[in-house]
């Protein structure tokens, strides 16, 4: 079975700063899709990012990059230029690659705060 | 496009009785699953319905079950409440769901129904 870890419950960052969660995974599977969801008081996940195992390049979104290192099935979220808006729960979870489901196995969680 | 819609948002019950909680998907989204988020266990898989059959199902007891009817809308029912079923409940849904079709759907979630069981 797959797992996935976040090893840090808690962050904090100062605005306009960069900062960086963790997130390992285990999994006998070679493909796979990897993704980061922000869950913000109001409770609504939200895609942040995602990153298909097949890729070498890391994933970008604007402010949001990913780096992923396959071989040691770690999946770290760098948040660049952070802003009050970030503040949030934010969740790494898994996928497999498979012709039918969307199964998410989730991560812990690690809360975000963004300190003015 | 409207998003993934559920009802109730707030639901408050009594050890032992049931309940139905209701999940309308993105329209032309075919599958939908579910989640139970709690504070202790995290978020955890319950189940996934695509075109009104379980396709995968989380390592729950038989008192979690759930349905999808023809339009894609589902529900899921908890019989016999425990304190331990306290939980938010999240829904999510993905198009086009199809078995061996394009390998990566993009889950888009709703904002939940709060259980509260006493």
């Known amino acids: 079975a797959q797992t996935v870890t976040q090893s840090q419950p808690e962050m904090s960052v100062q605005e306009a700063e960069t900062v960086t969660l963790s997130c390992t995974y285990d999994t006998s599977e070679s493909d796979y899709y990897l993704f980061w969801y922000k869950q913000p008081p109001s409770r609504q996940m939200i895609l942040v990012i995602r990153?298909?195992?097949?890729?070498?390049q890391n994933a970008t979104e604007n402010r949001f990059s990913v780096n992923f290192q396959k071989a040691a099935k770690s999946f770290s979220l760098k948040i660049s230029d952070s802003q009050l808006g970030d503040a949030a729960m934010y969740f790494c979870?898994?996928?497999?690659?498979?012709?039918?489901?969307?199964?998410?196995?989730f991560g812990e969680g690690t809360q975000l705060t963004v300190n003015p | 496009k409207a998003g993934v819609t559920q009802t109730p948002r707030y639901l408050i019950k009594t050890r032992g009785q049931q309940v139905t909680l209701s999940c309308s998907p993105i329209s032309g989204h075919r599958s939908v699953s579910w989640y139970q988020q709690t504070p202790g266990q995290g978020l955890q898989f319950l189940f996934e319905y695509f075109s009104e059959t379980q396709r995968n199902k989380g390592n729950f007891p038989g008192r979690f079950s759930g349905r999808q009817f023809s339009n894609s809308r589902s529900e899921m029912n908890v019989s016999t409440l425990e304190l331990g079923d306290s939980a938010l409940y999240l829904c999510?849904?993905?198009?086009?769901?199809?078995?061996?079709?394009?390998?990566?759907?993009?889950?888009?979630f709703g904002p939940g129904t709060r259980l509260t069981v006493l």
């Open positions: 990153q298909e195992a097949y890729k070498q």
């Open positions: 999510a849904s993905s198009f086009p769901g199809l078995a061996g079709g394009a390998p990566y759907n993009e889950q888009f």
């Open positions: 979870a898994y996928r497999r690659v498979e012709t039918s489901g969307s199964r998410l196995t």
